[in-house]
């Protein structure tokens, strides 16, 4: 043991008292061996496959919404701010500047229109 730490600051003796027995070290490495996991490591586990599920279906139901094409547009009339657009199956939309500028805290609502 002393041969070990013959660079050290400290005196061999010193060193000696920081070093458990060798009962002790056999102790806790048969403790640390014998012991299986845990109920908090399965836990995790499961908290980890649940999370991961959820993460995998977010992006599934984002994926499955998302358009697979975009519609094609045609504007039918252009003045100034005011634009008429009519889409492929014959939606048409109206579209301009908000006239009055709305309240903090509430919302403006664009009905569609038929013909």
């Known amino acids: 043991m002393a041969e070990e730490h013959s660079g050290s600051p400290f005196g061999p003796r010193f060193l000696e008292l920081l070093e458990p027995d060798a009962a002790v070290v056999k102790r806790v490495k048969a403790s640390a061996l014998s012991a299986g996991p845990g109920p908090r490591s399965r836990r995790s ?3 980890a496959i649940v999370a991961l599920a959820t993460v995998i279906g977010g992006g599934y139901s984002v994926w499955r919404r998302s ?3 975009v519609e094609t547009v045609t504007v039918l009339q252009s003045n ?3 634009m008429l657009v ?6 048409q939309w ?5 006239h009055i500028e709305p309240a903090p805290g509430t919302m403006e609502l664009v009905l569609e229109g038929g013909d």
């Open 67 to 69: 358009p697979s094409q």
């Open 86 to 91: 009519r889409t492929e199956d014959g939606r």
């Open 80 to 82: 100034d701010d005011l």
């Open 94 to 98: 109206v579209l301009g500047p908000s």
């Open 45 to 47: 586990l499961v908290v």
